[in-house]
């Protein structure tokens, strides 16, 4: 899969060393739903969890330049029935923040969900704290669907957790392709 900017491949077990340095970055932890140190066995676990599942997917996000791989991003607790997916980024290489990167990736993980998967809805969480999360997903076709209330405590104060989603539709209409 490619983006303008991003390629997205498969994930290996050999890349744990860098998901494991991205996911205990304390900016990036910020953002996530994590509270205990990430280890280098349970990222590698994680990683054959999801490469032996078809409940999930996780794609190294690369630099189309220069193949230096720059984050990753993830389709997980896919619902077959529902035809929907949860939605999760992270861009580890933090040189490539605020340069579209993001987005392109984002972009091209919803591409595969909907042109490839079949998927009719892709949706997430992040934090009102978050602005950058949520307009890389305004700048998607991404909805905001709701707020939950003070669900975050971070740094010692409760958090409104914000709801975002986008439906096969939008996302055709967004790109400019017939729904
Ligand atoms: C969130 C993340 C994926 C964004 O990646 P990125 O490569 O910086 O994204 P982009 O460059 O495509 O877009 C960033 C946008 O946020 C905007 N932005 C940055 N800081 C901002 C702020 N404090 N307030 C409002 N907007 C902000 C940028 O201006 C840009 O928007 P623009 O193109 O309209 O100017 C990356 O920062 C990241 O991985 N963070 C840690 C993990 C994470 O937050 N994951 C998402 C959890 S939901």
Do not use: Q
Not at 86 to 94: L, S
Not at 147 to 171: C, N, P, Q
């Amino acid at each position: 899969m490619e983006g303008v900017l991003t390629r997205l491949r498969g994930v290996e077990e050999s890349d744990a060393p860098l998901l494991h340095a991205w996911d205990n970055d304390p900016e990036i932890r910020a953002a996530l739903d994590v509270v205990f140190p990430v280890t280098i066995s349970s990222t590698t676990e994680y990683i054959r969890e999801i490469t032996g599942s078809r409940d999930g997917v996780l794609f190294i996000v690369s630099d189309r330049e220069t193949e230096a791989p720059i984050g990753f991003t993830t389709l997980y607790d896919i619902d077959w029935i529902a035809r929907k997916a949860e939605f999760g980024i992270i861009i580890g290489d933090k040189r490539y923040w605020s340069r579209g990167y993001g987005t392109d990736a984002a972009l091209a993980t919803l591409s595969f969900a909907f042109e490839d998967l079949g998927l009719h809805r892709v949706y997430l969480s992040t934090y009102s704290y978050h602005p950058r999360a949520i307009r890389v997903c305004e700048k998607c076709g991404f909805v905001r669907e709701g707020v939950m209330r003070k669900a975050r405590y971070h740094h010692g104060a409760y958090h409104d957790v914000v709801l975002m989603g986008i439906l096969y539709d939008e996302f055709a209409a967004h790109r400019g392709r017939p729904p």
